[in-house]
């Protein structure tokens, strides 16, 4: 199919923004991993800059007016860089939202996905609020899982707008209904698993668990050790005045670590059940996706070994975030790939 110069426009504008919102999204985890989320103690500003405070002077000044929190440049820089690559990308979806709903008016509303664009600018919003209260509420682990989640939400929704502007679809033989159907309810299964999965990173990270097992496989030369789930996922822990640093006792650090290490277990099966299954179809198109699977499913399985055995690298820890988003992005073009796919016969699959 032949796209129209507008839509082809969007296209390019999607994976833009697609592009600029990976970059926020290795930017939040790398200030998340330094220890950076508080490195600017107020919000939009830095200790009322715009940038950060440079000058001795502005430094002194900054520390008289937040005597708790010393400025750290290490950790200035970080957070508000990130913030201005997130307001970049607020900007660049409201143009797109704007411009879709000015143009769509006397359109097919499957050529311009009004209500697509208008739920990214209303979770682009939600994001800036998880953004003001992760500072305000001191790194509240609840606040700063939600906004990760949001960022992969963005991600996501985004990658799926360029998949439909861009009409990116699947013919496949009739033949290959059943299989299909089969794989589509697995695909759907197997990214749930992720997302859940990625949750499950977020919050190891937000309550400061990534080390609570610094031995792989086992944990504490265990391989059940003691483990406090009841206070590892209590959503109303009691938080105190500053969750830099985490307030949990090792048991339920332990708890939530195990619990994610078991989660990547549960995901690692699924998803090589799978590419098992793409991998021995008679449908060629899905063996390439396949095998991009099983390579970006390996690099994690070993980023994330690595960052237990390794004492959490930063940059290792980061990549390991970025690989998380790949994966789900590609279990997202697979899941897309099966539901808009279409026969031979031109009819479009139930």
Sequence with gaps: MVLSGYRKGLLYAGIAATLLTAVVVVLGAFTRLSDAGLGCPDWPGCYGHLTWPKSEGAIAAAEARFPEFPVEH??????MVHRYF?????LVILAITVSVWRKAHALPLHEYPRWHTLSLLLLVIVQALFGMWTVTLKLWPQIVTAHLLGGFATLTLLWLLVQRTGNFQWSLPESQRRFRNRTLWLALLVTLLVIMQIALGGWTSANYAALACTDFPRCHNEWWPAMDFHSGFDIAQ???PNY???LLENE????IHMTHRIGALIVTVTLLWLIF???????SRSKPLALFLLVVLCLQIMLGITNVLASLPLTVAVAHNATGALLLLTM???CHRLMTARFENGRSLP
């Design 332 to 334: 997202v073009t697979l």
């Design 74 to 79: 290490d950790k200035t820089w970080p957070e």
């Design 252 to 255: 339920a650090r332990t708890a």
């Design 238 to 240: 009691d938080i105190g």
């Design 244 to 246: 830099l640093g985490g």
């Design 86 to 90: 997130a307001g970049l990308l607020g």
């Design 277 to 283: 299954r793409l991998l021995r179809s008679a449908l």
